[in-house]
Each structure stands twice: as C-alpha cells, then as structure tokens.
C-alpha cells in the first residue's frame, strides 16, 4: 500500500549450516515445508527429485527446452532492470531452445545453489544463478543477487509443487530490508509440474496487481539418467 513504509531491522535469521540428513533417508528439508498430508499427495517423481540427496562435489542436472515465453512491455522492461541485480528474469521470448538447470549443495549455508541456462536464437546463453536457503520467516528463502531476495511459501496444488513469493528484502549493510508490496515486481509463482514418464515442466509466472501478467516461461525438463553425474 502507498502508505506503507520500507521496514529494517537486524537480521532475526542466521544464516548457518544446516546437518544434512544421511544419504540413505534422503534430503528431508523441502519435505518438512509442507504438511505430510500435502507431501504424500505429490506425485512419486516430484517427491523424489525434492527428496534428492545432492552429495558434496556432486551435481543433478536437468537438461530441457523453452516451449513457451511470455513478456508483456512492462515485463520485458523489469527483466532489463533486473539486470542490474544479476538478471533473476528471462531476457528473451525465444521457445525451443535448449534450457539445463544445475542443482549443487551449498555446504556453508545448509542450502542449494540453482544454475539455470537458457539459450537464445541470437547471441550467448543467459545465465541465472541464485541460492535457495532453507531459513526466513517462511522456511525458504531464495537470493538472486546484490543482497536481494524472496521469502518463498511452499505449497502443494494440483499435484504439483508451487514455489510462491510472500515477499521481497534487500540486505544491506547487516540488516533486512523488507521491501513494501506497492515497490515489489509482483506476485511470483514457479511451480514444478510433473509430466510423466521422468519428464517435468518449470512454468514461471510473474503477475503484478495492476498490470496483470508481466512474464510466464515453461521449460520442460527430463530426468538425469541413473548415475550421471
């Protein structure tokens, strides 16, 4: 709202490592983000990529293509703007060009680092890094760059699993800024759709309140095979 203030305080969550479980239970963290319920209705293949255990040294690689992108004149605008910040939003419409994400562990904050390449029809691949850490008000935070970030809610809908935003910060100089929603882009959701036969698809979608939709991406993925690295 106009009236809302930008709100700064010392950061209430440490970012720390967190005891991984052992390999042969599986990664529990983004599991313990919803309820059991909620877990069991998943489909067996989105339990297992989220319940992956990533070893240290180790990569999950998922190798695809873009199917569909979306930009309105507004959304293009705030991808360009964004580069400022390390370029967290597609840059061009391009479809049916290769796409990959890379999942390692982040061992020193007890989270994931997310690698995320999509080609274009013109010039070099973009290139989108960021972090997810399983700590914030909401259990799950994800940080693009130059200390800004999303607090993530985890949900489950449709028998897929939803990575939606609940807000926007910037740390800066040891504090948390908690960025008013009438600043924000908008309302962000990533859901994991899975396809079948070890296929998957990411649809990104980003929606502001009075501009409507701003970017909607799909990429569609498949399964790493059985021991690759």
Same mark, same amino acid.
């Given at each position: 709202?106009?009236?809302?203030?930008? +709100?700064?305080?010392?950061?209430?969550?440490?970012?720390?490592?967190?005891?991984?479980?052992?390999?042969?239970?599986g990664?529990l963290?983004?599991?313990?983000?919803?309820?059991?319920a909620?877990? %069991?209705?998943?489909?067996?293949?989105?339990?297992?990529?989220?319940?992956?255990?990533?070893? *240290?040294c180790?990569?999950?690689?998922?190798a695809g293509?873009?199917?569909?992108?979306?930009?309105s004149k507004?959304?293009?605008?705030?991808?360009?703007?964004?580069r400022?910040?390390?370029?967290?939003l597609p840059? %061009? @419409?391009?479809?049916?060009?290769?796409a990959?994400?890379?999942v390692?562990?982040?061992?020193a904050?007890?989270?994931?680092?997310?690698?995320?390449v999509?080609?274009?029809?013109?010039?070099?691949?973009?290139v989108?890094?960021s972090?997810?850490?399983?700590?914030?008000?909401?259990?799950?935070?994800?940080?693009?760059?130059?200390?800004?970030?999303?607090?993530?809610?985890? +949900?489950?809908?449709?028998?897929?699993?939803?990575?939606?935003?609940?807000?926007?910060?910037?740390?800066?100089?040891?504090?948390?800024? @908690?960025?008013?929603?009438?600043?924000?882009?908008?309302?962000? @959701?990533?859901? *994991?759709?899975?396809?079948?036969h070890?296929?998957?698809?990411?649809?990104?979608?980003? @929606?502001?309140?009075?501009?409507?939709?701003?970017?909607r991406?799909?990429?569609?993925?498949?399964?790493?095979?059985?021991?690759?690295?």
């Amino acid at each position: 709202m106009p009236g809302e203030r930008m +709100e700064a305080r010392v950061l209430p969550f440490p970012v720390r490592a967190v005891p991984l479980p052992p390999a042969q239970i599986g990664d529990l963290r983004f599991r313990a983000l919803v309820d059991e319920a909620e877990w %069991a209705a998943l489909p067996e293949a989105v339990r297992a990529r989220f319940g992956k255990r990533i070893a *240290h040294c180790r990569i999950v690689h998922y190798a695809g293509e873009v199917v569909e992108c979306r930009m309105s004149k507004a959304g293009r605008l705030l991808a360009q703007l964004a580069r400022i910040i390390g370029g967290p939003l597609p840059l %061009a @419409r391009d479809t049916m060009v290769p796409a990959s994400v890379c999942v390692t562990e982040d061992a020193a904050a007890g989270g994931q680092f997310w690698t995320r390449v999509y080609g274009r029809r013109h010039g070099f691949p973009q290139v989108i890094h960021s972090s997810k850490r399983f700590c914030g008000p909401t259990g799950l935070e994800e940080y693009v760059g130059r200390g800004f970030g999303i607090a993530l809610r985890v +949900e489950v809908g449709d028998a897929a699993l939803h990575f939606v935003s609940d807000h926007y910060f910037l740390i800066l100089l040891g504090l948390r800024l @908690r960025i008013p929603r009438w600043l924000a882009p908008g309302d962000l @959701r990533v859901s *994991h759709v899975d396809c079948n036969h070890g296929r998957f698809a990411f649809v990104l979608l980003l @929606r502001h309140a009075l501009l409507g939709e701003l970017i909607r991406q799909t990429a569609m993925f498949a399964d790493p095979i059985e021991g690759e690295r």
